[in-house]
């Protein structure tokens, strides 16, 4: 399963591509900042582009394109043990 989406860099603000994908039970998240480029496999995914797979999963996830609720749950997890947990009853406040 493979999945891609257009956002700004953090760093420098230019437009970049995601793409992520999930084979063996993992997901491997890679960059590019030009078309026609190769993609950089080394970049460390961050909370917002974890939340933006697991809002692409629930929208496949009704249409019923192959996304499981194992899927949904490891994202899901991931996304908890995150540093900064903005889930409801935070108010949003990064945890110490």
Known sequence: MSIEWTDDDPDTGEKRYV???KFAR??????RFRRRTEWDRTVVPTRDMWETLLD?????YRRRE????EDLAAVRKVIA???GD????TGGTPEP
């Open 56 to 60: 692409a999963l629930e929208r496949r």
């Open 19 to 21: 793409r992520v994908e």
């Open 66 to 69: 192959g996304v499981s609720d």
């Open 81 to 83: 043990g995150l540093p």
């Open 86 to 89: 903005r889930s409801p009853g």
């Open 26 to 31: 993992a997901w491997r998240f890679q960059v």
